[in-house]
């Protein structure tokens, strides 16, 4: 059974950083071929994606809004991706998930088979 458990949120000021976790059980990044995203979705906002990273060769895509920012990466022997996020600003304020799946296109969440609880990130101004 693949679970996703993400970890890492909480409340920072603007220009922070935070480092977020997507611990993945139930499958391998060293023999298994994922596209691991990460969402982000504020009150009343349709969900979007943030940044995407294969397990197979490490490919990152990064959303125009958070390029330059927001680091992603994975370490195959915690089978976790991680995403730095740095220069916060108030309109990162957001529940972030992590997804797992095999998207043809990696900012669609509906192509995502499996999914995280989320975690809350707070930016004040």
């Known amino acids: 059974e693949v679970q996703l458990v993400e970890s890492g949120g909480g409340l920072v000021q603007a220009g922070g950083s935070l480092r977020l976790s997507c611990a993945a059980s139930g499958f391998s990044f060293d023999y298994d071929d994922y596209a691991i995203s990460w969402f982000r979705q504020a009150p009343g906002k349709e969900r979007e994606g943030v940044s995407c990273i294969s397990t197979s060769d490490g490919s990152t895509y990064y959303a125009d809004s958070v390029k330059g920012r927001f680091t992603n990466s994975k370490d195959n022997a915690r089978n976790t991706v991680y995403l730095e996020m740095n220069d916060l600003k108030p309109e990162d304020t957001a529940v972030y998930f992590c997804?797992?799946?095999?998207?043809?296109?990696?900012?669609?969440?509906?192509?995502?088979?499996?999914w995280g609880q989320g975690t809350q990130v707070t930016v004040s101004s």
């Open positions: 997804a797992a799946g095999a998207p043809l296109y990696w900012g669609r969440s509906y192509e995502y088979d499996y």
